[in-house]
């Protein structure tokens, strides 16, 4: 190795003052090294708040996010209940259609049934139309017995009447016959009386010429 040779006076001090001014130097590049390390530390430090910040943007979204989901949940759920209360109407509306069409049934069943009175009562007067109609017949032929009744007793009368009719005649006849056999007796009578009055008056003739 090589010993270092001594310097004169004046190099020393340039040397020294270029040490200083190194040191200098080299202080302000470290104080500059720090400041540059300071704004690095910044640097960082901003960066980290803006990571942070970022972190919590995204969170945020994720918040956001979450409830836009959930929103999205609820419209859904409300869209649900929509739908569910539009069945709800439907089956409401076809209950009361339901309910209208019974009504419509009963209505018709009510009709038919007054109908089925209506036709019942209608029978009914036909019944009592022919009840009456039968009791008119029944009527009728006991008029028409009742008239041949009177027929049958007019004939008997009729028939009496002939007999009586008859009996007159015969009575008449015997009466003619009897009257016949009185004007024959009579003339009989007369006869014989005319007979005697002549012999009477023969024999007082007679009796006159011949006493």
Not at 168 to 187: A, L, P, R
């Amino acid at each position: 190795m090589t010993t270092p040779r001594p310097l004169p006076a004046a190099n020393t001090n340039s040397l020294q003052q270029q040490q200083q001014q190194q040191q200098q130097q080299q202080q302000q590049q470290q104080q500059q090294q720090q400041q540059q390390q300071q704004q690095q530390q910044q640097q960082q430090q901003q960066q980290q708040q803006q990571q942070q910040q970022q972190q919590q943007q995204q969170q945020q979204q994720q918040q956001q996010q979450q409830q836009q989901q959930q929103q999205q949940q609820q419209q859904q759920q409300q869209q649900q209940q929509q739908q569910q209360q539009q069945q709800q109407q439907q089956q409401q509306q076809q209950q009361q259609q339901q309910q209208q069409q019974q009504q419509q049934q009963q209505q018709q069943q009510q009709q038919q049934q007054q109908q089925q009175q209506q036709q019942q009562q209608q029978q009914q007067q036909q019944q009592q139309q022919q009840q009456q109609q039968q009791q008119q017949q029944q009527q009728q032929q006991q008029q028409q017995q009742q008239q041949q009744q009177q027929q049958q007793q007019q004939q008997q009368q009729q028939q009496q009447q002939q007999q009586q009719q008859q009996q007159q005649q015969q009575q008449q006849q015997q009466q003619q016959q009897q009257q016949q056999q009185q004007q024959q007796q009579q003339q009989q009578q007369q006869q014989q009386a005319v007979s005697i009055s002549s012999h009477l008056a023969a024999s007082t003739h007679k009796s006159c010429l011949y006493p």
